[in-house]
């Protein structure tokens, strides 16, 4: 099954806030170190199917 996707990367700025307690806790204190945005982003699964054209 064909995928495709398109889309323009940026960095950006994020914060990560967990609980202790939550399964990704082990997180909690901890500064991401790279983060990213996609702008414009497009994902499909399959074959694209294109409407019919009018006449």
Do not use: E, Q
């Amino acid at each position: 099954m064909p995928l495709r996707a398109t889309g323009s990367a940026w960095l950006t700025r994020t914060r990560l806030r967990t609980a202790p307690g939550a399964p990704l806790g082990y997180l909690a204190g901890l500064r991401p170190l790279a983060a990213c945005t996609l702008r414009d982003f497009h994902f499909t699964i399959g074959r694209a199917v294109r409407p019919p054209r009018r006449r």
